[in-house]
């Protein structure tokens, strides 16, 4: 069975509070205030009565390819098995409460008799690069298992003392094979279509906060910036979070 509604709101939710986290944790000026969690926008930070500030999320993603990887087939759900036993190996061993991300290689899964040692393998991965950190430490660890290159092409750690729940999952559907700038702008400007929604709550600010998870590594977001046109953006900001590698780049 596939996930029920109420899952995939619980999804969300937990996905948009990591990001915030994440946002926090890498932009040094991020706002002052008591953060409270709307709907459009995501977020309202309040510093006084009349300094309030929004801040919508949104994956910048390719539609067909999330739709395939979030699909009930018999891939995916070996891929959430591994993600759910690896999770519980984890946390027969620590009580930390992590968000790992896990990026599977499209078309690539373990051999069913292999599925419980890749998750072991797994959670051991995890183990030893938390381990020994303070508990109320923030921490983004992206790193590669050798031994399970075959299907798993890298594992993403976040750590933020804000969050009290763990939140494991198989990030493919998120994951495109580099940055584009065409589809920035498009996502970009279907949020902007919303924007007079938000503005609605009456706020002083708006900020649009996209999150991308790319494939390859590179450094080549200051060119891909130079090529887009942010005049029209309608947000007082733009930020854009490669969040697989932890950068973040603010693009208006």
């Not at 969300?12 to 205030?33: Q, V």
């Not at 009456?202 to 090529?227: K, S």
Request: net charge negative; hydrophobic share 35%; glycine share 6%.
């Amino acid at each position: 069975m596939g996930n029920t509604r109420e899952e995939q709101i619980m999804e969300k939710y937990s996905d948009e509070l990591n990001n915030i986290e994440l946002f926090r944790y890498l932009y040094e000026d991020f706002p002052p205030g008591k953060l409270i969690r709307t709907e459009s926008p995501d977020f309202i930070i309040k510093d006084g009565p009349r300094n309030s500030l929004g801040i919508e999320i949104t994956h910048v993603m390719d539609e067909n390819h999330a739709e395939r990887l979030s699909s009930d087939s018999a891939e995916n759900r070996v891929k959430k098995l591994i993600v759910s036993l690896a999770r519980e190996s984890f946390e027969d061993c620590s009580d930390r409460k992590l968000n790992v991300a896990l990026y599977f290689r499209p078309g690539r899964v373990p051999k069913k008799e292999r599925i419980i040692h890749v998750a072991g393998i797994i959670s051991n991965a995890v183990l030893s690069r938390v381990e020994g950190r303070k508990t109320g430490e923030s921490y983004h660890i992206h790193f590669t298992i050798s031994e399970l290159d075959e299907f798993l092409e890298s594992v993403t750690i976040f750590r933020f003392p804000e969050i009290t729940e763990a939140d494991w999952i198989d990030a493919g559907a998120y994951t495109l094979p580099g940055l584009e700038a065409e589809r920035i702008e498009k996502t970009i400007t279907h949020k902007k279509e919303k924007l007079r929604i938000y503005q609605k709550k009456h706020l002083r600010y708006y900020w649009l906060l996209l999150i991308m998870d790319t494939a390859l590594h590179h450094d080549g977001m200051p060119e891909i910036m130079n090529l887009m046109d942010m005049s029209g953006a309608g947000f007082n900001k733009v930020f854009l979070i490669e969040r697989r590698v932890g950068r973040l780049y603010e693009l208006s």
